[in-house]
């Protein structure tokens, strides 16, 4: 692990089952209503509300956090049960657009009295098979006749990603041990009211 420890091969396996346990909602709405999602939900006014929502509950959750002790302050004391609600959370950010994955679940883990590190860090990992399930969902979708040039830029594109979201995910996890997520929060509300007033300028001219 980061700080050069010996982890038991058990504890890495018994934390992936975590992660497929709360994987496993939000896979299943995304297959049924994958669709219907695109179709309907997929506009700047959903976006923009879900966007200020989410801030909104943050900014709640750190609140109501504030004088109270976690209770889960490491990736082995999660139990299944809490990844299944973490997992159910992540549910919300597959319907509804401008949610975003990682805020709802970070939001359902500080609810249930994970700590904001511990809260991160499984989101990060739950992030690896619910991003690669949507990529292969899509690309199902509208197939694989890819060129050789289109297979190298895809392949490029990810590279890159992945680099970027390692560098990502180290300076959040440094940024969470002094920090709390209300500046996320504001940031997510002032973002949806750009957006909003952006789309209901746009649909009165």
Do not use: C
Not at 113 to 140: C, D, H, N, Y
């Amino acid at each position: 692990n980061k700080e050069g420890k010996y982890v038991p091969v058990k504890s890495i396996w018994i934390l992936w089952s975590k992660i497929l346990v709360a994987t496993i909602p939000a896979a299943v709405i995304g297959l049924l209503l994958d669709d219907w999602i695109d179709a309907h939900l997929y506009n700047g006014f959903v976006v923009a509300i879900m966007l200020i929502l989410v801030g909104v509950a943050f900014i709640y959750v750190e609140n109501r956090n504030k004088d109270m002790r976690p209770s889960v302050n490491s990736l082995a004391a999660l139990s299944y049960k809490d990844a299944l609600i973490i997992g159910l959370f992540q549910v919300v950010a597959a319907i509804l657009p401008g949610t975003s994955r990682s805020g709802a679940t970070i939001i359902g883990g500080l609810m249930i009295g994970v700590s904001r590190a511990v809260a991160a860090e499984f989101t990060f990992f739950l992030a690896i098979p619910v991003m690669f399930g949507a990529s292969l969902l899509k690309l199902v979708k509208f197939g694989f006749s890819f060129s050789l040039l289109e297979f190298f830029i895809l392949a490029f594109g990810m590279i890159v990603a992945f680099v970027v979201s390692i560098f990502v995910i180290r300076f959040l996890m440094s940024y969470i041990k002094k920090h709390d997520f209300k500046v996320f929060g504001w940031y997510r509300i002032v973002l949806g009211i750009i957006v909003l007033v952006f789309f209901m300028v746009r649909a009165i001219f």
